[in-house]
């Protein structure tokens, strides 16, 4: 099926780059930044552009942006307000053009706020994950009447190549934390094992004695399992080493 879209060899080239960043940036903001250079790049006369995400606390902000501080302060107002057309495309699941941004009867306080900015037309699309939507990708142009139809599909090729960006830049994060909290846990583990080998050849008593000694000895401090293993086996350390 045809698209007419324009820019495609372009496009193509931007998702190349921004999966090999990838391969080398685990972190979601160093994706973000990408992906909002690359949308300025790519759509035709798009002055700014940027990404909403959600916090593990429910705060909304714009993770990533280019164009300058408008694109933040046009997105803070609709944080701050309620809505908006990027909180509208996050809510819905489906792309929303904006052709005049100032006199949009859909959100007649966002509108108000931005009459005196320098923003004259929005679109902006959701970043879906199956049916469900993680943020906004959106590009800001100046003149009324600036993006059409076209801009609109273009705008939701590329957040959903964006949006698999994001996943699979929080699945390697979540993963690296995995993997760090299963070597804590593992270092805890050994060095409470350690312990109770010394508690072991001290006391010439078993494994569930120790343990349980162990557990005397850390209730009598008020510290963790872990604190008073620790301890245990630096007080019992020879010196020097």
Same mark, same amino acid.
Not at 135 to 156: C, E, I, Q, S
Not at 176 to 203: N, P, Y
Not at 214 to 238: D, K, W, Y
């Given at each position: 099926?045809e698209t007419?879209?324009p820019?495609?060899?372009?496009?193509? @080239?931007?998702f190349?780059?921004?999966?090999?960043?990838?391969?080398?940036?685990?972190?979601?903001?160093?994706?973000?930044?990408?992906?909002?250079d690359?949308?300025?790049a790519a759509?035709?006369g798009? *002055?700014?552009?940027?990404?909403?995400? *959600?916090k593990?606390?429910?705060e909304r902000?714009?993770?990533?942006?280019?164009g300058?501080?408008?694109?933040s302060?046009?997105?803070?107002?609709?944080f701050?307000?309620?809505e908006?057309?990027?909180?509208?495309?996050w809510?819905?699941g489906?792309?929303?053009?904006v052709?005049?941004?100032?006199?949009?009867?859909?959100w007649?306080g966002?509108?108000?706020?931005?009459?005196?900015?320098?923003?004259?037309?929005?679109?902006?699309?959701?970043?879906?994950t199956?049916?469900?939507?993680v943020?906004?990708?959106?590009?800001?142009a100046?003149?009324?009447?600036?993006?059409?139809a076209?801009?609109?599909?273009?705008?939701a090729l590329?957040?959903?190549?964006?949006?698999?960006f994001?996943?699979h830049?929080?699945?390697?994060?979540?993963?690296a934390?995995l993997?760090?909290?299963l070597q804590?846990a593992?270092f805890?583990?050994?060095?409470i094992?350690v312990?109770?080998?010394?508690?072991?050849?001290?006391d010439?008593?078993?494994?569930?004695?120790a343990?349980?000694?162990?557990i005397?000895?850390?209730r009598r401090?008020?510290?963790?399992?872990?604190e008073t293993? @620790?301890?245990l086996?630096?007080?019992?350390?020879p010196?020097g080493?």
């Amino acid at each position: 099926m045809e698209t007419d879209l324009p820019l495609a060899e372009e496009l193509t @080239a931007v998702f190349a780059r921004a999966s090999r960043m990838l391969l080398t940036e685990e972190t979601v903001a160093h994706a973000l930044q990408l992906i909002t250079d690359a949308a300025v790049a790519a759509i035709p006369g798009a *002055m700014g552009s940027g990404v909403s995400l *959600m916090k593990p606390s429910g705060e909304r902000l714009t993770a990533a942006s280019s164009g300058g501080e408008i694109v933040s302060q046009a997105d803070g107002l609709q944080f701050e307000l309620g809505e908006g057309p990027c909180l509208t495309a996050w809510a819905t699941g489906q792309p929303v053009l904006v052709s005049d941004a100032a006199a949009d009867p859909r959100w007649p306080g966002w509108s108000a706020a931005v009459a005196s900015m320098d923003v004259g037309s929005v679109a902006s699309s959701p970043l879906l994950t199956g049916t469900t939507a993680v943020g906004a990708v959106k590009v800001y142009a100046r003149d009324p009447d600036h993006f059409d139809a076209r801009t609109v599909r273009l705008l939701a090729l590329f957040a959903e190549q964006a949006a698999l960006f994001v996943v699979h830049a929080q699945a390697r994060e979540a993963a690296a934390a995995l993997s760090q909290q299963l070597q804590h846990a593992l270092f805890q583990r050994d060095t409470i094992s350690v312990a109770k080998g010394m508690l072991m050849a001290r006391d010439n008593t078993g494994e569930d004695d120790a343990f349980r000694t162990l557990i005397a000895m850390s209730r009598r401090s008020g510290e963790t399992l872990h604190e008073t293993a @620790a301890a245990l086996v630096r007080f019992s350390a020879p010196s020097g080493t």
